[in-house]
């Protein structure tokens, strides 16, 4: 604790009081009148500021900065991807509102989450997270993006509602997908997710949410 005394400022007021007081009884005329005037002032304050007792605050002294825990290169990319899809998926989560989706997001939120924490107690696990990662997480945050503008529109027409449901069913593969993943994971089975990533693949192809170039690029992250 760091200690701090704040003087208090009614020696101030009570020496400008003597000042005043000073001018109305006695005469200013003379040169020596206002040094005689200014001493009476300062006396004033002396014995004001002495009988009155600074304010003593105590103050907690800053905590040093904690070193961020790293657990290696890969693991550290894991955790950072994880929590960068984390705040997109929770900012659409408030941004589209509709409670049935808050709901999926969560619980990608979670699933995402627990896949990455399993990279700090098996390493051994890390390049299975990283493919699923690489093509999972953008396909979902994109999932999302797309729900948002369609909710944006602020129109209910039969294409946008249509379309609305048929992103709504694939976040349901996408909570499946990751689902199978985390158990995967922790019964130390390797989980061959290419069927899931080609089922993903062709639901957002045939719905136009991603273009041909950008669902080559997911696939080739899988492949890295």
Known sequence: MREIKRRSAVPVYIAAGVYALYALI???YNSWHFLIAAVVTAAAWLIADWLIKPVVEYIPEPEEPEEPVSYGAETDAILAE????RREMERLSVSIGDETVRQ????LI????????DAIQDPSDIPQIKKFQGYFLPSTVQLLNAYDRMAALGAEGEN????????AEMLDT???AFEKQLDALYKNDYL?????????????RREGLLQDDEL???LKKTKE
């Open 26 to 28: 006695f005469p200013l």
């Open 82 to 85: 994880a929590q960068t899809a």
């Open 104 to 107: 999926r997001i969560a619980r």
């Open 110 to 117: 979670a699933l995402s989450d627990q896949i990455a924490q």
């Open 160 to 167: 946008i509602t249509a379309t609305k449901q048929r992103i």
């Open 174 to 176: 996408e909570i499946t």
């Open 192 to 204: 061959d997710i290419d069927a899931d990533v080609q089922v993903m693949h062709n639901l957002l």
């Open 216 to 218: 080559q690029q997911l």
